[in-house]
């Protein structure tokens, strides 16, 4: 019964890794990468590419959102990789992984936390509240529907919380429940959002570890995502069904694509496939994925991103989700929501001022509980003064920085607005949770700055 309910509960997981094969096999940047890091690879282009193409479907030519448009997208990616294949020229011998003792402890760990969360995840339901209340319920209106734009969303005369809230996570819940054709109440759901945890560590752990080493790469990503709150958390975090961790993963492998010196078109166009999903799972992924591109954009421009076919992609494909995401809004009556973007008034940051205290009482709380965080409230500031010390401007790292002050403002602009208080606490984990590919990048350069200081400073000690 356990392995039936396994088998029903990878199928929608199986379904993204067949769509995003096709992709990894033509982006030249990730298709030489170890078997490892394609699978994770596969896992997020996957997600973004089904998502995405499953609303633009839906949205602009009404077809049907179900089953057979998703088995449809999925046979698409592997006829892709299959094509790839034939009309390639003669692949080049991939070199060994040669993963470091680090590496490969690390990869072990996220492995066992893997497999708890899915063996945990095919005999409990959802059981998360924001996740039921907001996401889940919609994309019990989008398969009923069959469409984006089910009667419940756009008649205001239903009472729907959060109406307006992007639909790509519950369009992967729909895939994740109507593949198998199982139950809402099975694992099929929280058993696809606990893969992004280990897809989007390993990104990180092969794409981080060429601007920061090895060493200091593990650490910076285990201290992230093995933290509790990350890895087992049932607000935000891999065990729930909120859009914050998918979020943060698309975010983390568009960082780590732009962070690249060279990006080909199709490394460009999968950079920017993932900016346009991260536009599509929360409201704030339009702003922290613009603050991504701009911040591309602006540091290569001196090697002329924006006249490459690699800029025009992903800051092209980045506009065109922002576009269906205002196009779809519009069309929906907006109730029962905090209004955030329509009481941003700049009178009202000075809300802030007045809830500075609630701020730093909330951070100190939640940094402080070291059962879900950990010792990352003892890492950051050491971390900041080992970046500050040896950081040189690398591009890893001011893509890393732009993106952590992006969440930042966001954040005290969300507070600023709230309004309530008390909606600081209950949320600054969540805010956390998003961060988390930014901050594993900074903590990895600040473990390499400070490695490389440790090895100078017995070289300039006079005798």
């Given at each position: 019964m356990l392995l039936r309910q396994l088998i029903l509960a990878l199928a929608g997981p199986v379904a993204l890794l067949a769509a995003g094969a096709g992709l990894v096999a033509w982006v030249p940047e990730l298709r030489r990468l170890p078997a490892t890091l394609r699978l994770a690879w596969a896992y997020l282009a996957g997600a973004a590419a089904i998502g995405l193409l499953a609303y633009a479907l839906s949205l602009g030519l009404g077809l049907r959102v179900g089953r057979g448009l998703f088995l449809t997208l999925a046979l698409a990616g592997l006829g892709a990789a299959?094509?790839?294949?034939?009309?390639?020229?003669?692949?080049?011998?991939?070199?060994?992984?040669?993963?470091?003792?680090?590496?490969?402890?690390?990869?072990?760990?996220?492995?066992?936390?893997?497999?708890?969360?899915?063996?945990?995840?095919?005999?409990?339901?959802?059981?998360?509240?924001?996740?039921?209340?907001?996401?889940?319920?919609?994309?019990?209106?989008?398969?009923?529907?069959?469409?984006?734009?089910?009667?419940?969303?756009?008649?205001?005369?239903?009472?729907?919380?959060?109406?307006?809230?992007?639909?790509?996570?519950?369009?992967?819940?729909?895939?994740?429940?109507?593949?198998?054709?199982?139950?809402w109440e099975g694992g099929n759901v929280r058993a696809l959002y606990a893969l992004f945890l280990p897809a989007l560590a390993l990104v990180l752990l092969g794409g981080v570890r060429r601007g920061a080493g090895r060493g200091a790469t593990a650490l910076g990503v285990a201290a992230l995502f093995l933290t509790?709150?990350?890895?087992?958390?049932?607000?935000?975090?891999?065990?729930?069904?909120?859009?914050?961790?998918?979020?943060?993963?698309?975010?983390?492998?568009?960082?780590?694509?732009?962070?690249?010196?060279?990006?080909?078109?199709?490394?460009?166009?999968?950079?920017?496939?993932?900016?346009?999903?991260?536009?599509?799972?929360?409201?704030?992924?339009?702003?922290?994925?613009?603050?991504?591109?701009?911040?591309a954009a602006a540091g290569l421009a001196r090697r002329r991103f924006l006249a490459s076919g690699a800029g025009w992609a992903a800051t092209g494909l980045w506009l065109a989700a922002v576009a269906a995401w205002l196009d779809w809004r519009r069309r929906i009556p907006n109730r029962n929501d905090e209004g955030y973007l329509e009481s941003l008034a700049p009178p009202r940051l000075e809300a802030l001022a007045d809830r500075g205290?609630?701020?730093?009482?909330?951070?100190?709380?939640?940094?402080?509980?070291?059962?879900?965080?950990?010792?990352?409230?003892?890492?950051?500031?050491?971390?900041?003064?080992?970046?500050?010390?040896?950081?040189?401007?690398?591009?890893?790292?001011?893509?890393?920085?732009?993106?952590?002050?992006?969440?930042?403002?966001?954040?005290?602009?969300?507070?600023?607005?709230?309004?309530?208080?008390?909606?600081?606490?209950?949320?600054?984990?969540?805010?956390?949770?998003q961060a988390a590919p930014a901050l594993a990048v900074l903590l990895a350069l600040a473990a390499r700055s400070a490695l490389v200081q440790a090895r100078r400073e017995p070289e300039q000690t006079p005798e």
């Amino acid at each position: 019964m356990l392995l039936r309910q396994l088998i029903l509960a990878l199928a929608g997981p199986v379904a993204l890794l067949a769509a995003g094969a096709g992709l990894v096999a033509w982006v030249p940047e990730l298709r030489r990468l170890p078997a490892t890091l394609r699978l994770a690879w596969a896992y997020l282009a996957g997600a973004a590419a089904i998502g995405l193409l499953a609303y633009a479907l839906s949205l602009g030519l009404g077809l049907r959102v179900g089953r057979g448009l998703f088995l449809t997208l999925a046979l698409a990616g592997l006829g892709a990789a299959l094509a790839r294949r034939v009309v390639g020229r003669r692949r080049r011998p991939r070199p060994p992984a040669r993963w470091s003792r680090g590496e490969r402890l690390l990869q072990v760990l996220l492995l066992l936390a893997t497999l708890g969360l899915l063996a945990e995840s095919v005999d409990l339901p959802v059981t998360d509240f924001d996740g039921r209340m907001t996401w889940g319920t919609q994309a019990r209106f989008l398969r009923h529907a069959g469409s984006v734009l089910p009667e419940a969303l756009t008649d205001d005369r239903v009472y729907v919380i959060h109406p307006r809230y992007p639909p790509l996570a519950p369009l992967l819940q729909v895939l994740a429940v109507e593949l198998p054709g199982a139950s809402w109440e099975g694992g099929n759901v929280r058993a696809l959002y606990a893969l992004f945890l280990p897809a989007l560590a390993l990104v990180l752990l092969g794409g981080v570890r060429r601007g920061a080493g090895r060493g200091a790469t593990a650490l910076g990503v285990a201290a992230l995502f093995l933290t509790p709150a990350v890895a087992w958390g049932g607000e935000g975090g891999a065990r729930s069904t909120y859009s914050d961790l998918p979020l943060a993963a698309f975010l983390g492998g568009a960082l780590v694509l732009l962070a690249r010196p060279r990006l080909s078109t199709a490394g460009g166009a999968a950079a920017g496939l993932l900016l346009a999903a991260a536009v599509l799972t929360k409201q704030e992924g339009a702003v922290l994925a613009g603050a991504l591109a701009l911040a591309a954009a602006a540091g290569l421009a001196r090697r002329r991103f924006l006249a490459s076919g690699a800029g025009w992609a992903a800051t092209g494909l980045w506009l065109a989700a922002v576009a269906a995401w205002l196009d779809w809004r519009r069309r929906i009556p907006n109730r029962n929501d905090e209004g955030y973007l329509e009481s941003l008034a700049p009178p009202r940051l000075e809300a802030l001022a007045d809830r500075g205290a609630a701020l730093v009482d909330a951070a100190r709380e939640t940094l402080g509980d070291l059962g879900e965080w950990g010792l990352l409230a003892l890492l950051l500031p050491f971390a900041a003064l080992a970046f500050a010390r040896g950081w040189r401007g690398t591009r890893l790292g001011r893509l890393a920085l732009t993106a952590l002050l992006a969440q930042v403002a966001l954040a005290a602009a969300a507070y600023a607005a709230a309004p309530r208080a008390d909606v600081i606490p209950a949320t600054l984990g969540r805010f956390l949770v998003q961060a988390a590919p930014a901050l594993a990048v900074l903590l990895a350069l600040a473990a390499r700055s400070a490695l490389v200081q440790a090895r100078r400073e017995p070289e300039q000690t006079p005798e």
